[in-house]
């Protein structure tokens, strides 16, 4: 099958998903079910769709629970995320759910193309790695928006599963293997009255390029410890501005690998609908230096 195609179809199967959450309550026959009184937070606040399908940043997961549920509710999201950079380019899509505003399960499909490298590599023009995600994450304490009284900040742990599908050719370069799981630590708090969020995140992982090149290599084979920020204002309850960090290591030799960071704008017209564009600077990748560009991604949910 064509490769747009197949994003195609996970896209729209995402989209779905998301869709057919939305219309639960409906189908429940609760007649008092209404986007307003299933969805408790403030508009933006629920963050946007990771690039590895968490809710927070484009760049890094916050401690929010995704959607836009609160106690003894669902939300929901799905969304499709394209990077495009000088040599390369990524699709991306997925979808989560929230729970009880206390746990949340996402999944998404990373497909990262190789244009013209792939050909100079002897990979072919347009070569592809594919790379299935399958995360989980559970708030501790605090809550980001209610506790403005407190200095506390809600905080959440999560764990993302990942799972390459071209293990021989990461193998070839350095990598230690096709799959692994990144662990993070996640602090967020929101201070209303400044309209500014602040997001922490300690991630232990051994991936490359966030997994695209496999995990573990010649250099380091180990967990490392790697910090990740995000710093966020709000403009109004539909327009946010802001900027993110995010650390990560450097295992093959093959390939020098340069942390990333992005400035990004995002508009929220109605809970269901989310709009996030940043420029990006993701530095060096495999024989490419100083890859920056446009990140593009839409969300739906509830």
């Known amino acids: 099958m064509?490769?747009?195609?197949?994003?195609?179809?996970?896209?729209?199967?995402?989209?779905?998903?998301?869709?057919?959450?939305?219309?639960?309550?409906?189908?429940?026959?609760?007649s008092d079910a209404s986007p307003a009184n299933i969805s408790g937070?403030?508009?933006?606040?629920?963050?946007?769709s990771q690039i590895e399908g968490a809710a927070g940043g484009g760049l890094t997961p916050w401690a929010v629970i995704g959607g836009y549920g609160t106690q003894d509710q669902i939300g929901a999201n799905a969304f499709y995320t394209?990077?495009?950079?000088?040599?390369?380019?990524?699709?991306?899509?997925?979808a989560l759910v929230g729970i009880d505003n206390r746990v949340e399960f996402s999944v998404a499909q990373q497909r990262f193309n190789t244009e013209d490298v792939g050909a100079a590599l002897g990979l072919g023009r347009g070569f592809t790695f594919r790379q299935n995600v399958v995360g989980v994450k559970v708030r501790l304490f605090g809550d980001a928006v209610l506790e403005q009284d407190s200095w506390?900040?809600?905080?959440?742990?999560?764990?993302?599963?990942?799972?390459?599908?071209?293990?021989a050719i990461l193998h070839a370069i350095g990598a230690k293997s096709d799959h692994g799981i990144d662990y993070y630590?996640?602090?967020?708090?929101?201070?209303?009255?400044?309209?500014?969020l602040v997001n922490a995140t300690l991630r232990f992982t051994k991936a490359n390029q966030i997994?695209?090149?496999?995990?573990?290599?010649?250099?380091?084979?180990s967990y490392q410890a790697e910090f990740?920020?995000?710093?966020?204002?709000?403009?109004?309850?539909?327009?946010?501005?802001?900027?993110?960090?995010r650390q990560k290591p450097d295992n093959l030799g093959i390939a020098h690998e340069?942390?990333?960071?992005?400035?990004?704008?995002?508009?929220?017209?109605?809970?269901?609908?989310?709009v996030t564009l940043a420029y990006a600077h993701l530095g060096n990748v495999v024989i490419k230096d100083n890859q920056r560009g446009l990140y593009a991604s839409v969300q739906v949910g509830f």
């Open 258 to 274: 340069n942390d990333w960071y992005d400035a990004f704008v995002a508009w929220a017209p109605t809970k269901n609908v989310s």
């Open 41 to 48: 937070k403030l508009l933006l606040t629920g963050g946007v």
């Open 82 to 94: 394209r990077v495009n950079v000088q040599d390369y380019h990524l699709d991306d899509a997925g």
């Open 152 to 167: 506390v900040p809600q905080v959440s742990v999560g764990a993302q599963y990942k799972k390459n599908n071209q293990g």
């Open 2 to 30: 064509h490769p747009y195609r197949r994003n195609t179809r996970w896209l729209a199967g995402a989209l779905l998903l998301a869709g057919g959450l939305i219309s639960l309550p409906a189908l429940a026959g609760d």
């Open 185 to 196: 630590v996640s602090a967020t708090k929101l201070y209303l009255s400044q309209s500014v």
């Open 211 to 221: 997994g695209i090149l496999g995990f573990g290599g010649d250099r380091h084979d």
């Open 228 to 245: 990740e920020g995000s710093l966020a204002y709000l403009l109004s309850r539909n327009w946010a501005v802001g900027a993110e960090y």
